[in-house]
């Protein structure tokens, strides 16, 4: 039965292949998958990227191999950009509904990678989190102080701040050797006008993101701010505790951090 079943369902992605290619010829239209190595063929990716996404798959350390194309397809073909947009604009629309008081305490923690600027560039030359994380590539990369806003989210840091709102931006970092550089990037982008930004210091090494993380919401709750949104393309942004009245997950397939 299971191999008549696989047989079923290897039939259905020949002919959904034979009809987008029919459908290519006729209307002149490359369905965006389809061009870029996607198609039915993505299938197990696409089931990959959405339980990666939420969180249901163990720790992983790279993308399975044979979705290479599949993801890259996802981040360079729109999709990733057009998720990021609709997560930004639930954001917002939470943003909206809260009454800002005059006390300057109702915060914001926006996470920085893959969540303020984008590392996307760097990520294509390690096929897309297909290769292993490398972390002196990955300083080398972050100290050329190169990585793009991702713009929804630097508009959303620019609603955040005209509505009143304190933000703090929270990044694993290390302060000691990617603080300036993580700054004047932020700066160039766009980043300008939070309340403070707070990376890793030499006497957080060492600790999980979880932990760490947590800590540096700890603090800001002892100070009497309110969190009342916690944005990060990682789930350890946003887990532990002090999270922040609501969390809220940026896609990120390409790499996992602990
Ligand atoms: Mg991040």
Known sequence: MIII???VRRAREILSMILF??????????????????????SPCLSWRLAAETNNVEPWRTVPAHCFSCIGAYITGGQYQHDVRFVV??????????????????AWILDVD?????????????????????PSAFRSWA???ACPAIQPVAELFTKLI????????????DEETLGQVTIENLHREGFIGYERIILRTAAEKGRSAVEFKTEM????????????????DQWSDLQGQFVGKRTFKLPNPMYFVP
């Open 5 to 7: 079943g696989e047989m």
């Open 21 to 42: 290619a029919v459908f290519s010829s006729v209307t002149g239209v490359t369905p965006p998958y389809w061009s870029r190595g996607g198609g039915a063929s993505c």
């Open 89 to 106: 604009e639930q954001i917002m629309r939470y943003a909206e509904g809260i009454t800002v008081g005059d006390d300057g305490l109702d």
């Open 114 to 134: 893959d969540t303020c600027i984008s590392n996307v560039d760097y990520y294509k030359i390690k096929r897309y989190g297909c290769d292993p994380y490398d």
């Open 143 to 145: 100290m050329e102080g």
């Open 162 to 173: 005209g509505s009143g709102f304190k933000v703090f931006l929270v990044t694993g970092r």
């Open 217 to 232: 919401r700890r603090r800001l709750v002892e100070q009497g701010y309110r969190i009342w949104g916690n944005v990060g």
